[in-house]
């Protein structure tokens, strides 16, 4: 059973452009989540999703940023117009129905803004 | 924003001793305390967790502790080796529908000496 699928693993952007994250939960998988870890700090909640539906996006930045989880495919990540500050490694989780809080990680995206 | 502090930052310990990390939360909501090991470039794995209900679980070489009245639990290593040397995080969640949306301590850096 793969795990929790993410690409690319490293993301080079120049201020202003766009950066698309991906991630293909485990499969069985109906969860997920996204994290957002800055150097020397912890992950911070981003983004809780399910198909097709936001439940919650508490943690996420009120400009620039989006999520989605279709029906079919990977979750997207999407930060528009990125700053320097979006540097980070972007990392996804999915959970199975029943054990939300076992959670799966990705091996992360790490985004580069020059 | 509901917090956990970690401490401490950085920890080293010789071979075959303990390695003693811990964690404090305010949010006396949180029901679910998961410890994470993260190695570079690669995504947090779950290790270890512990519900209140209960004040110890030990799995292996790793045991949580937990103190309900203080709010405030800790991962011990026995017999620590090399291979430990990893960032550990705690991590808390609140209740079933929202488990996945875990808070992170802001890691430990552990160095196990040969």
């Known amino acids: 059973n793969a795990g929790v699928m993410q690409n690319p693993r490293h993301l080079v952007r120049r201020r202003g452009q766009e950066a698309r994250l991906r991630c293909s939960p485990m499969?069985?998988?109906?969860?997920v989540y996204w994290y957002r870890q800055l150097p020397e700090e912890g992950l911070k909640f981003m983004v809780y999703l399910q198909k097709e539906n936001i439940i919650d996006e508490s943690g996420m930045p009120k400009e620039r940023f989006s999520a989605e989880f279709p029906k079919e495919g990977p979750s997207i990540l999407r930060i528009q117009q990125v700053v320097r500050g979006d540097s980070a490694a972007y990392f996804c989780a999915s959970s199975p129905v029943g054990a939300l809080e076992t959670q799966y990680f990705g091996p992360g995206t790490r985004l580069l803004v020059l | 924003q509901q917090q956990v502090k970690q401490s401490p930052q950085s920890l080293i310990v010789q071979k075959g001793g303990i390695s003693i990390i811990n964690c404090a939360y305010e949010?006396?909501?949180?029901?679910?305390f998961p410890w994470y090991q993260q190695f570079p470039g690669k995504g947090p794995a779950l290790l270890i967790a512990i519900r209140p209900d209960v004040s110890e679980k030990k799995e292996g070489r790793f045991t949580i502790s937990f103190n309900k009245s203080a709010k405030q639990f800790s991962l011990h290593i026995m017999d620590s080796q090399p291979g430990d040397s990893a960032t550990y995080f705690c991590?808390?969640?609140?209740?079933?529908?929202?488990?996945?949306?875990?808070?992170f301590g802001d890691g430990t850096t552990l160095t196990v000496k040969p």
């Open positions: 499969k069985g998988h109906s969860h």
């Open positions: 949010n006396t909501a949180f029901d679910y």
């Open positions: 991590a808390a969640s609140v209740g079933d529908t929202n488990a996945g949306k875990s808070t």
